[in-house]
């Protein structure tokens, strides 16, 4: 069974400083997909970032960005110049690509609390 | 811009009581999720539903939960008789071929 583990409850920044989660899964799937989900105290769950497996280059948006180590089954998500408003649970998440037997369901880590200090 | 809406945003219940939680997809999706989420905690997949039919479930989602989309518009997730451990977040999901697009949630209270 497919499971993804983070490891820091809680982490903090510096407003406009820099930042990285950690997210580690395991499976033994070769095609899937991991997300970073960002979830502020209105508990609305928002997608951060996608990236997918079969793709070498790392995944960006604007300014987060992740680092996709396939091998080392890890996802770490930097967060660049931090924002009052990153302040959230972010929570990894995996599903396996689409195919006959395959809902589709995502799977969440445990999530990693986000305090940004003004 | 569409997006996935839920009703009520919370409901409080007593113990014993059955509940009906709301969900309206994105229009154009075909497939549906359910998730858990305790205070706290992360969260858990309950079900899956397309066609028509449940496509997947998971350990939690025993006899006394069921779903249903009964209009072709909306899809209810039902806790038969609430329990104190069902005191959680539930969010509905739908999704287009890339990704799930979550509804703010329902947080159900059961005292």
């Known amino acids: 069974a497919q499971t993804v583990t983070q490891s820091q409850p809680e982490m903090s920044v510096q407003e406009a400083e820099t930042v990285t989660l950690s997210c580690t899964y395991d499976?033994?799937?070769?095609?899937?997909?991991l997300f970073w989900y960002k979830q502020p105290p209105s508990r609305q769950m928002i997608l951060v970032i996608r990236q997918e497996a079969y793709k070498q280059q790392n995944a960006t948006e604007n300014r987060f960005s992740v680092n996709f180590q396939k091998a080392a089954k890890s996802f770490s998500l930097k967060i660049s110049d931090s924002q009052l408003g990153d302040a959230a649970m972010y929570f990894c998440?995996?599903?396996?690509?689409?195919?006959?037997?395959?809902?589709?369901?995502?799977?969440f880590g445990q999530g990693t609390t986000l305090q940004v200090k003004p | 811009e569409p997006e996935v809406t839920q009703t009520p945003s919370h409901q409080v219940t007593q113990m014993g009581q059955e509940v009906i939680l709301r969900c309206v997809p994105i229009s154009n999706h075909l497939y549906f999720y359910w998730y858990r989420q305790i205070l706290g905690q992360k969260v858990e997949f309950l079900v899956s539903f397309y066609n028509n039919e449940i496509s997947e479930k998971s350990e939690i989602f025993d006899d006394q939960f069921s779903v249903e989309r009964p209009d072709g518009s909306n899809f209810t997730l039902k806790i038969r008789s609430t329990k104190l451990e069902d005191s959680a977040m539930y969010f509905c999901?739908?999704?287009?071929?890339?990704?799930?697009?979550f509804g703010p949630g329902t947080r159900l209270t059961v005292l």
């Open positions: 999901a739908s999704r287009d071929y890339n990704e799930q697009f």
């Open positions: 998440a995996y599903r396996r690509d689409y195919g006959s037997s395959n809902t589709g369901k995502l799977i």
């Open positions: 499976t033994s799937e070769s095609d899937y997909y």
